[in-house]
Nanobody, 130 residues
Framework: QVQLVESGGGLVQAGDSLRLSCAAA????????MGWFRQAPGKEREFVAA????????YYADSVKGRFTIARDNAKNMVYLQMNSLKPEDTAVYYC???????????????????????WGQGTQVTVSS
């Protein structure tokens, strides 16, 4: 079992920045690939960013590429999402998620699939006003 707790959301204006954090507990954090997803009202949950267990590989949705940065600190059991140049369309509940490296041998080609991930946090709201 892995417990994930997101924090750092809030209400900001377009062009502002936010850093989301996700604290993990329960098992060896470095055994897990991590992802960030978001869900806006009336829409399906969508992929935002992902990072491999070592941090060597990162992946981004086209909509956030160049504005968002995912990072992890395995010593602190933390994963972060730095969000710059925020836009109103970034408004959503943001979730972090984890998947065991042993159950995801093809992670590099499937990282964007919500169904791949085993554990999810409760989400943190990000609202960007225009």
């Amino acid at each position: 079992q892995v417990q994930l707790v997101e924090s750092g959301g809030g209400l900001v204006q377009a062009g502002d920045s936010l850093r989301l954090s996700c604290a993990a507990a329960g098992r060896t954090f470095s055994n897990y690939h991590m992802g960030w997803f978001r869900q806006a009202p009336g829409k399906e949950r969508e992929f935002v960013a992902a990072i491999s267990w070592s941090g060597d590989s990162t992946y981004y949705a086209d909509s956030v590429k160049g504005r968002f940065t995912i990072a992890r600190d395995n010593a602190k059991n933390m994963v972060y999402l730095q969000m710059n140049s925020l836009k109103p369309e970034d408004t959503a509940v943001y979730y972090c998620a984890s998947v065991d490296t042993y159950s995801s041998p093809f992670y590099s080609s499937r990282y964007y699939r919500p169904a791949l991930y085993d554990y999810w946090g409760q989400g943190t709201q990000v609202t960007v006003s225009s």
